[in-house]
């Protein structure tokens, strides 16, 4: 994952990636693997800090670079 060590987000975006984090898991089948959440989570750390600010946006492109992940 890029290092965003030197990217702050203010409390407003920490909401919106939040709920979109949120949002993306909830779609996932149970049992929810951490390994998916953290992949979502990366995906949407990495979507917000190119700018993006819609919260669907950030969960469609998580979920998206889930679906085309290479399984383990």
């Given at each position: 994952m890029k290092n965003l060590s030197n990217?702050?987000?203010s409390p407003e975006v920490v909401e919106l990636m939040t709920?979109?984090?949120?949002?993306?898991?909830?779609?996932?089948?149970?049992?929810v693997h951490s390994s998916?959440?953290?992949?979502?989570a990366e995906s949407i750390l990495r979507t917000a800090g190119a700018g993006e600010r819609d919260?669907?946006?950030?969960?469609?492109i998580?979920?998206?670079e889930l679906q085309l992940a290479p399984r383990k």
């Open positions: 990217t702050e987000f709920t979109a984090l949120e949002a993306a898991v909830a779609t996932l089948p149970e049992p998916h959440v953290n992949a979502l919260v669907a946006t950030l969960q469609r998580a979920l998206m």
